[in-house]
């Protein structure tokens, strides 16, 4: 059993950063591939980035509409994972979501996580 809690969403104005944090707690958390996911009203739950576990190489993904502006990172002593998010806009405006998935190999799809967090709400105003 692996516990997500995720913090540091808020309100900000377009062109602003953000830094989205995930504290883990349970299991082998250098282990495990890390994902972040967001989803706006009315729309489907899409992913944003994502990074490999292990403790040597590390594997990173991103979505191709966050490609450049978003930096995933994570601390394996500290069990944490983040989401750096620069040059925000409206259309980032989700609740965004820590994932883990029991495996050390990145995924893009919500299915193949096994845990999430609670979410943490980011509003970008223009």
């Known amino acids: 059993q692996v516990q997500l809690v995720e913090s540091g969403g808020g309100l900000v104005q377009a062109g602003a950063s953000l830094r989205l944090s995930c504290a883990a707690s349970g299991g082998t958390f250098s282990s495990y591939a890390m994902g972040w996911f967001r989803q706006a009203p009315g729309k489907e739950r899409e992913f944003v980035a994502a990074m490999s576990g292990g403790v040597n190489i590390r594997w990173s993904d991103y979505a191709n509409s966050v490609k450049g502006r978003f930096t995933i990172s994570r601390d394996n002593a500290k069990k944490m994972v983040y989401l750096q998010m620069n040059s925000l806009t409206p259309e980032d405006t989700a609740v965004y979501y820590c994932?883990?998935?029991?495996?050390?190999?990145?995924?893009?799809?919500?299915?193949?996580?096994?845990?999430w967090g609670q979410g943490t709400q980011v509003t970008v105003s223009s």
């Open positions: 994932a883990v998935r029991l495996d050390r190999n990145i995924a893009t799809t919500p299915n193949d996580y096994n845990y």
